[in-house]
């Protein structure tokens, strides 16, 4: 079995030998047992399911959270030559037949589900229908309440075992206490788990935390110190283009990312930061998930994340090439009234969240009685000018809300353009009623894309704007027309944010906020925001703080971080002062006495350190001056 898993790494993914623990998880998961995998951020933990998946028969069903990061996967195994697919809010009912009925023929070996679809009828039926090879939770921290990231669709995931009796379950974090790590094994039911823990130490990375209020300034400074690629996290899209610009004016190359980026802008930036066209990318933490690049020297942080499982996780895309590389926080003096205030902020009082609730189902037409499992089209700016609600509380609300399980805000989905072909490629060859633009885009995309055929698959116009030279319009209107015609079914790009409902819209009153999902969480949100702060302000080692914050007990100081630099810094200074000290005595006791001057010439020592220590023995009595000469006191 080792010489098989190893064929198959060898096979698709081009290496010869794997990470550290990714072998003991993928065995472990192939003997059938629960597992649990610990891994620190940049530890290769889609191997290890991605691998055995390959060795087992059936497909293997993989939950996570993040669209965005559904796709990237989705893409990466297509292009590896393995068949993949994903379900999750955006999708149309017929992309979603399409996908789950290649997954029941055994045509693909994985399948992404977002959380909240498996709840739904047509996720459970067309379950039972499939031959599961093994089912995987991504990002696990979210089934605990305790986790900094708590989503209530997460526990849903348990009921999976009744209808995959037998059915090994692989939990994966990056971030996870202990208390978290026993938390998300109860909830996901595990039978007697293989608790698999990587230690979270990075000895490569050096902590660093710099005090100052001109943080721009700061920035400049380190990125003119430490050479190649560099993230810089902020928490405003709109600071991410100013302090982008501010860098470009101090000569630095750098581009910007967040969310609320056309997919092309994320992605061309993205390629242009990983090719290197771009030295610094700044980002909101929308940045990070399925990034792969190995060799990133810095990452600043202006500001100071809610929790030290962000910041870890963040700090940790420097370095994972293992060679040394920074993790920089920058802290102000404000940081802390601004953390403080963020737990306001984000626990806003319960009757704003209940209107909030009431009002978002009034904007998108939900009455009381109706709307499970309805998804509709919102615009939160919109939203917020129509009541003049603050904009940071009503996210916070819609955040509770989905806690709550009675609605949910998905915010900023990119769905790019996708096409599947309705008519076998035998009757392509009937067709008589194309003209010469639309025929041709017909057979460009036949040329650029495989598996038309079998699935959706994603499309950009740009590309077959430039294969074709046609225009924008005119690709667009071919496209549309061979979907009239039924020759294919193509639906164009969109980016629409949406409120999706799961259960029927309730009278606000009735609405129920659970002790663990405000009280609890607001007071660990608190613990928190103090851990974060007591990092910035403490002089103990960064690294050992981060590690006993993940119940893992340091064998040493890091030597490396800032605090640790300094104190072997004072350690170095207090040595030298000692053989200088010895040295001046030695020296009086050969000369009798010496004027400042010939003492620093004679020690061979730094003037300013000589001049320093000889007044310190002057205050001491063990020297004395009479303003011209020193000597040793009778």
Known sequence: MQQKILDILHQYWGYDSFRPMQEDIIMSVLSGRDTLGLMATGGGKSLTFQVPAMVLEGVCIVITPLIALMKDQVDNLRRRGIKAAMIAQGMTRHERNVAFENCVNGAYKFLYVSPERLATEMFKNRLSEMQVSMVVVDEAHCISQWGYDFRPSYLQIANLREQLPGIPFLALTAS????????????????????????????????VVREGENKIQQLVHILERVPGSAIVYVRSRKRTKEIAQELQLAGIPATYYHAGLAGEEKNERQQQWSMGEQRVMVATNAFGMGIDKPDVRVVV?????????????????????????????????????????????????KEFIRNIYDRVCNFVGIVVGEGADAMREFSLNKFCQTFHTPTTQTLSALEILTQTGVMEFIEETDAMSRVMMLMRRDELYTLSELDTNTDNIL??????????????????EELLQNRTGLDSNTVYESLLKLSRLHVLNYIPRKRTPFIYLPVRREESKFIYIPHNVYEERKERMSERIEYMISYATSQSCRASMLLRYFDEEPTADCDTCDVCRARRSGRKETEQNNIIHNTILHLLKRHKQLTMARAVELSHYPRERVIEVIRTLIEEGILTSDGVNISICE
């Open 301 to 349: 942080h202006i500001d100071m994340p809610n929790s030290p499982e962000e910041y870890y996780q963040e700090a940790g895309r420097a370095g994972r090439d293992g060679m040394r590389s920074y993790a920089v926080l920058l802290y102000g003096k404000s940081d802390k009234a601004t953390l403080r205030k963020r737990v306001t902020e984000s626990f806003p009082d």
């Open 443 to 460: 057979q460009c995309l036949l040329r650029s894309y495989t598996g038309l055929f079998a699935d959706y698959v994603m499309i950009h």
């Open 176 to 207: 996870a206490t202990q208390y978290v790590a026993n938390d998300i094994c109860s909830k996901l039911l595990m039978h007697n788990p293989h608790i698999l823990r990587l230690t979270f130490a990075r000895p490569n990375i050096s902590y």
